[in-house]
Structures are given as structure tokens and as C-alpha cells.
């Protein structure tokens, strides 16, 4: 099993619609999560940390469920510039803070 | 506010050449980090740094060496390239502590072996 788990899409969502992601982990151990937003051909950029209350960040809200071992990530009202390739990273304390990234799930807003 | 450069940004390679990818941060960050991506694939860890002066492996790491002599370089060589190193590689950084969490991104080296 694969530490960190996403669906890889494409999700092809029309403008203005609510779509949600969701990452699973397998290491209990993971403490700090993340979602990171990364463009074609560009390199990731962090979308907004993961709380364990969940936060919401304008149109974006995570959420951490630990009994379950998933994070999500909700868009509304998406946007054409909400295209991109969003992914999941867990961070597992340790020697280093192993940083494990999921495999990404694209998104494509259409107009 | 430079952040994370690396280089070169493009570089084509044949098969046994070697080559060396530069990563410069200057944040002061401690932690530095190189990953390939490879389509369906993900950022797969190569090596990483906790410090000037050590080095460690990853999850990928065979055909692969580094060294960080200065705080703010991470280089990452390749000794005898293969078409299997054609990806493209990332540098990230990010400072230290437990609490210190977000990784910065260099834009990207894109390396094709052939």
C-alpha cells in the first residue's frame, strides 16, 4: 500500500461548481499535512496547511480526519485558474520529518 | 526575494556523460532536499541534507550523489547518466525545527538522457 493515496483524475468540473478531493495515509504516525497546488511544467507550491479542527482558506477548506487516515480538500465556486494538479503531502516525524507527496489529482475547470 | 534557483534549467545528456545540478536557497534554510517527478509517478525523494556538510538517502538515491559544503547549496551529480534519469529533478528547502514544516520549491531542472 502506498503511503500516501489519491485519485489522479482528471476531475473535470465546470466553472462555479464545488468539487472535493480526498488523500488517504497509512502511517498513523503522520502529524503535519499539506496540499500543495502544482501548475503544468511548474513546481509545487503549498495551497494551505491542514489543521486538525480544518480551515478554510477563502473558496478552500481542508479537513483531517485521523481516525480515518484521510485529508480532503474542498474547492468552491471553482475557478478557471483553479486548474492545476493538487497534492497531498504528510509529513512523519522522525530523523529527518520524512515527507512523503501523493501522486497528485488533476483538476480541469471548463468554461 | 530569490528563494529557491536552480541550475540549469534544461540540460540533454547522453548516455554515460555526467553532469551536475545546482540547487541555491537564501533563506538560511537548514533542511534541503532533491526529488524527481516522473508522470504517474509523484516526487520521489533522491537525497536530502539536515545541514552544511551532511547528506543522506532517500527513496531513489542508485546513480546518484550530492554534496552540501555551503549552507545554501545542494548540488546533485550524476556520475554515469541513464535514460532511466531522463525526469525532471526539483530542489526544495525548508527551515528547521519540528514546526517547520513548508518545503520551497526550485523551478525545476529538466534532464533528458539519451
Known amino acids: 500500500r502506498k503511503e500516501v493515496e489519491q485519485d489522479p483524475g482528471p476531475f473535470n468540473v465546470p466553472e462555479g461548481a464545488t468539487v472535493a478531493f480526498n488523500c488517504t495515509y497509512s502511517n498513523s504516525a503522520s502529524q503535519s499535512f499539506f496540499w500543495y497546488r502544482q501548475d503544468c511544467r511548474k513546481e509545487p507550491k503549498l495551497l494551505m496547511s491542514?489543521?486538525?479542527s480544518g480551515n478554510e482558506d477563502g473558496r478552500f477548506t481542508a479537513q483531517l480526519n485521523r481516525a480515518s487516515q484521510y485529508i480532503s480538500l474542498l474547492i468552491r465556486d471553482s475557478k478557471l485558474s483553479d486548474s492545476a494538479t493538487y497534492l497531498c503531502?504528510?509529513?512523519?516525524?522522525?530523523?529527518?520529518?520524512?515527507?512523503?507527496f501523493g501522486t497528485g489529482t488533476k483538476l480541469q475547470v471548463i468554461p | 526575494n530569490a528563494g529557491v534557483t536552480q541550475t540549469p534549467k534544461f540540460r540533454v545528456l547522453k548516455t554515460g556523460q555526467s553532469m551536475t545540478l545546482l540547487c541555491a536557497q537564501d533563506m538560511n534554510h537548514e533542511y534541503m532536499y532533491w526529488y524527481r517527478q516522473d508522470p504517474g509517478m509523484g516526487l520521489r525523494l533522491i537525497h536530502y541534507?539536515?545541514?552544511?556538510?551532511?547528506?543522506a538517502k532517500g527513496e531513489v538515491p542508485d546513480g546518484y550523489n550530492v554534496s552540501r559544503l555551503k549552507k545554501q547549496n545542494f548540488l546533485l551529480g550524476l556520475e554515469s547518466a541513464a535514460p532511466s534519469q531522463t525526469s525532471v529533478y526539483f530542489c526544495?528547502?525548508?527551515?528547521?525545527?519540528?514546526?517547520?514544516?513548508?518545503?520551497?520549491f526550485g523551478a525545476g531542472s529538466r534532464l533528458t538522457v539519451l
Open positions: 503531502v504528510v509529513n512523519i516525524p522522525g530523523g529527518y520529518q520524512k515527507v512523503t
Open positions: 526544495a528547502s525548508r527551515p528547521g525545527g519540528a514546526g517547520a514544516n513548508v518545503l520551497t
Open positions: 491542514v489543521y486538525s
Open positions: 541534507s539536515v545541514g552544511e556538510g551532511t547528506t
